[in-house]
């Protein structure tokens, strides 16, 4: 006899995928309000269905959690002429602590926190506030495309403070230290039954 999955089981293998469940349904050809009825125990599918849901299921866990699924998006940056008070102001209003750096679509560098208040204090009395940031931005974030593995990303937050996403030539996301985090933690608290 194969084993059939209860909706619990079922519950438990999509967060352990890391997916939701709109995403589950789009994976699977169905509507995300079957996975929510199907996960609540309230109906029963064909067999059919189930097979595609844990198909798709299997993939997802195979694959494993692509950086489209965790970055996150839109990406604030600033242009190269633009001035450091822009970027301070920026990354007081977001609460980030880097942005990357523009000249048109193209990244060429980042701007940290770091950097700003190592100018201001090895500066005293110069307005680097009216700066440009190519002045004193660093290097470009690592860069990888939305299909990355986390697992990928993951060893690489282990060097850097973020990893840009990029597809087709333009930045579409971010993945910080605090995203993986947050990724990592909402699947435990989830697998336990925490919200």
């Given at each position: 006899m194969s084993f059939i999955p209860s909706p619990e089981d079922i519950r438990r293998m999509r967060i352990k995928a890391g997916l939701t469940q709109k995403e589950l349904a789009e994976r699977a050809g169905v509507s995300q309000s079957l996975?929510?009825?199907?996960?609540?125990?309230?109906?029963?599918?064909?067999?059919?269905?189930?097979?595609?849901?844990?198909?798709?299921?299997?993939?997802?866990?195979r694959g494993g959690v692509k950086v489209k699924d965790v970055m996150h998006s839109p990406v604030i940056t600033v242009q190269i002429d633009d001035t450091i008070e822009k970027a301070a102001r920026l990354m007081w209003k977001y609460g980030i602590s880097?942005?990357?750096?523009?000249?048109?679509?193209?990244?060429?560098?980042?701007?940290?926190?770091?950097?700003?208040?190592?100018?201001?204090?090895?500066?005293?009395?110069?307005?680097?506030?009216?700066?440009?940031?190519e002045r004193i931005m660093g290097d470009v974030l690592p860069i990888v495309s939305p299909e990355?593995?986390?697992?990928?990303?993951?060893?690489?937050?282990?060097?850097?403070?973020?990893?840009?996403?990029?597809?087709?030539?333009?930045?579409?996301?971010?993945?910080?230290?605090?995203?993986?985090?947050?990724?990592?933690?909402?699947?435990?608290?989830?697998?336990?039954g925490k919200t």
């Open positions: 996975i929510a009825r199907i996960e609540r125990g309230s109906v029963d599918p064909r067999l059919s269905t189930l097979r595609r849901i844990l198909s798709a299921l299997e993939e997802a866990m880097q942005i990357p750096v523009l000249s048109g679509d193209r990244v060429v560098g980042t701007i940290f926190e770091d950097s700003i208040i190592r100018a201001v204090l090895e500066n005293p009395g110069e307005d680097v506030g009216k700066w440009r940031v990355e593995s986390l697992e990928t990303v993951s060893r690489l937050l282990m060097r850097e403070p973020a990893v840009l996403v990029v597809s087709k030539g333009k930045v579409i996301g971010i993945v910080t230290k605090s995203d993986l985090i947050a990724h990592k933690l909402l699947i435990t608290y989830s697998e336990k």
